[in-house]
């Protein structure tokens, strides 16, 4: 593993917004004395302090009179929550589902393939405006939801994992001298097929971030009185060219996440496994 | 060769038959549909009625069975808000969304293959790593915010406002930026895409046996690098069909695009379930065909493929 100091100039960019990030949604509440569900009719939409605002409200106020800064923290906060849970629901849920189909193969394999297939046809965000329709929505569903999106990659990559690793000398001389099911799992196989996981960890966490922001974009995510990211975008929408910060703003903060993710994970994938530096990414 | 495709095609009605399954159970498993069609304050014995009448009263294999049947009939429910039936609904808003779709795909597919072509050529250079910096920009870049970026440009640098496609008038400076937004995504998928199939073929040794024979450089390309590079694309259709669809839900969302993602969006915030199902299998059914399209095609064009199978 090669040090900071090695790295290309845009992944230490990367890796620095990316801590900004988590940095900002755990403490940015502190930089301003509002709360971000705090009303206020007398200071409706006012500017960011670098357009003519003051120093009262630095990135303005919504349509409500709500601190702006208060409500980009929260909804980073949110955010966060959303793609660390939802990635490693996906990771841990998929990566076994692939470990028993390459481990045990026969009938759970093509189960297990079937449903991926499945997965497969129908566009995660579909998938999740149905379970939208039928029950009400809530943070949990949400993470819940997210969480599943992407589990068919981790479960078909660690699956073609597994079946070549298992096949090694190592893992069947392990297994002749008599070693359990569970040891063979976790002490050579699980190592080996952990830089798959990483990486793909590094592919869906921008996934699962895009994909809750659009839901709460369309309004039928994070219900207020909680918001998100998306949930400010889609009430600034209303006052896109007159008051843009509002929408621009949290825009930005989705993007540039979701960009420098995908820079760091590229420059990762480069590094643990040279052979796939060419190879193209799959789509969602 | 037969063999293989019957076997995909059984495959592929297989994954059918499971979505409907999951669909079927997981609207029962969400509430009572009668509880929810009548009245707040009716009476036990007039939800009971419409029970009977929707058959709810009957086990629930037969319903199960009820259901199926009425999908292969043509009976796909109707709105409780419009009374229209579903398939009527659906067939109104197909044509804008298929406009938006087919220009959305044919703007990624030019450009993404063009630019992933040139970036290969020029591998290493300034223009490659433009192709490459923006094919990660492409795949992070989120449709709305990308959307809302070029109606706020488009109305302080040009003066023309783009979302205006509400009152159904559709025309094409009004189809142009949400289809640019719309195959954003795909088109950087593509590019990727395009310049590593294409890197790969020109590495190969017959490339170089061919250069060794002194076959001109254009040749090579046109006649025997871009026919092999050119297969694995194909597989890249079946897959950006799946990101055109669910960018294409956000997408005409933000333009007031009145396509069938806006009914969809719209059927889910006021709970219009009978719609919502039908727009989800209707999802379901066209990514599968055209994936399993996209998969007999693929072994018609690799003649390892189809000479391995028979």
Known sequence: MSTFRDMPLAVRIAIGFVILFVLFALFGGFLTPYDFRQTSLLDRFEPPVFLGGTWDHVLGTDGRGRDLLARLAMGAKVTLLVAIFGTLIGAVFGSLLGLIAGGRRGKADTLIMMAVDVQASVPIIIIALFVLALFKSSLLLIVIMVGFSGWENYARLVRASTLSVRERGYVTAERVLGASAARIYLRYILPNIFNVILVQFTINLPLTVLLETALSFLGLGVQPPMTSLGQIMSDGRDRLLTSWWLTMFPGAIIFFLALSVSIVGDWLRDQLDPTLRNAGRRGT | ?310
């Open chain 2, 1 to 310: 060769m037969t063999r293989v495709i019957l076997f995909r095609i059984l495959r592929s009605l297989a994954t059918l038959l499971i979505a409907v399954t999951i669909v079927f159970f997981f609207i029962r498993l969400s509430g009572d549909p009668a509880q929810a069609l009548a009245p707040p304050d009716a009476p036990p014995e007039v939800v009971e009625a419409y029970r009977v009448k929707l058959g709810l009263d009957k086990p629930l294999p037969v319903q199960y069975a009820n259901y199926v049947l009425g999908l292969f009939q043509g009976d796909f429910g109707y709105s409780i808000h419009t009374g229209k039936s579903s398939l009527t609904l659906f067939l109104e808003r197909l044509p804008a969304t298929l406009m938006l779709g087919g220009t959305a795909l044919a703007i990624a597919v030019i450009f993404g293959i063009s630019i992933g072509a040139i970036a290969a050529l020029n591998r290493n250079s300034f223009i490659d790593r433009l192709v490459m910096g923006f094919s990660v920009f492409a795949f992070a870049m989120p449709n709305f915010f990308f959307g809302l970026v070029v109606i706020l440009t488009g109305a302080l640098v040009f003066g023309i406002f783009f979302g205006a496609a509400a009152n159904g008038h559709i025309s094409l400076l009004l189809l142009l930026p949400p289809a640019a937004t719309l195959g954003l995504a795909s088109m950087g998928a593509f590019a990727r895409f395009t310049r590593s199939s294409l890197l790969e073929t020109i590495n190969q040794p017959f490339m170089m046996a061919l250069e060794a024979r002194g076959v001109p450089a254009s040749r090579r390309l046109w006649r025997h690098a871009a026919p092999n590079a050119a297969i694995p694309i194909v597989t890249m259709l079946g897959l950006s069909l799946g990101s055109l669809v669910a960018g294409a839900v956000v997408t005409e969302q933000v333009f007031a695009w009145p396509g069938v993602g806006q009914l969809l969006v719209r059927s889910v915030a006021t709970r219009d379930i009978a719609v919502v199902q039908f727009l989800v299998l209707a999802v379901t059914f066209s990514m599968t065909f055209a994936n399993l399209a996209v998969d007999i095609l693929y072994s018609f064009l690799d003649p390892r493929i189809r000479r391995a199978a028979s």
